[in-house]
């Protein structure tokens, strides 16, 4: 991981301005003689710029972007807990960390620091820009602001505004996070078991009736507590607790609530989305209930140049992370074409 460090006024779309930024990015491979080999993926909510490791068969050198063919580049989003500005950062001014008192964030926000990366690692062309959920939006941001820097986009299980559905999900997890009693206490373990109960509805989202029943149902007809199904979710929620923190979580949730493609731009998706001329290769999973199809669907009616194809998947939402293998198939011979 590497740090690039902006040290002027950053100011946000919100209003707030920062004294400066840090973004913490990785690269794979090397930027060829004519700069025509960049891949720059934009990651979803809680991941962070190491994308070969959370994309396996997608990116990396089993992968479908290779890093002996491509120069891939992956930046950690302002308001995350890995490596960029956000929550736990220190705010100059007072030389303590900001916790709360970090300003609200938006795509739009992520994405112009995704363009100051851009021009310090003096990249003029992106071949391929990529992002699934979250990272999506990113993507979708980032073909209207810098229309002739962005050659290609691959777009999976996300959406062109958050829909009504996800705002209040989001709301529901906040909700979660703000029962708990340790919350907007000054330390970086505010608010951990409203974050677990949190990731407990998130999970409901991200997965379906169908996976939960075939992989998380008893044998035992005759228990009355300890269920596999309960096991399973407490376990998720510990894993995401260890790794991630409630002020990021609650701070990147409110930023997928703002999303909306045609904010400040006309007010209409139509519209915003028939000026997105790139290729475009627009994959949306069966099972997703909390990105369904019908989101993907939308965008390929308006999009030009969009070309849509469905996962069969039992993993729901996550597939965009499981089905590794399928993805790579098609962004293939996507690419090929």
Known sequence: MKYFQYDHPFELEGGAVLPGITVAFSTYGKLNADGSNVVWVCHALTANSEVAQWWPGVVGEKGIIRPDEYFVVCANILGSCYGSSGPLSIDPRT??????????????????????????????????????????YQVLEWAVMEKQVIGKLF??????????????????????????P?????????????????????????????????????????????????SY???????????????????LTKAMDSHHLARGRGGRLEAVLQEIEHSTLLVGVTSDILCPIEEQLFMAAHLPDAELVEIDSAYGHDGFMVEGEKIATLLGEWLNR
């Not at 995401?240 to 409630?246: E, K, S, V």
Request: aromatic residues 10%; contains cysteine.
């Open 95 to 136: 030389g303590k960390p900001y916790f709360e008192q970090f300003p609200m964030v938006t795509i739009r926000d992520m994405v112009r620091a995704h363009i100051l990366l851009r021009k310090h690692l003096g990249i003029g062309r992106i071949h391929l820009l990529m992002g699934g959920s979250m990272g999506g």
């Open 155 to 180: 777009l999976i299980a996300t959406s062109c505004a958050e829909s009504a559905w996800g705002i209040a999900v989001h709301t529901a997890q906040r909700l979660a996070i703000e029962a708990d």
């Open 182 to 230: 340790s919350w907007n206490s000054p330390t970086p373990e505010a608010g951990r078991g409203g974050l677990k109960a949190a990731r407990a509805i998130g999970i409901l989202t991200y997965r379906n009736y169908g996976i939960m029943v075939k992989t998380q149902t008893d044998g035992d007809s005759e228990k009355l507590d300890r269920f596999r199904a309960s």
């Open 233 to 251: 979710i407490q376990y998720q929620g510990e894993k995401l607790i260890n790794r991630f923190h409630a002020y990021s979580y609650w701070l």
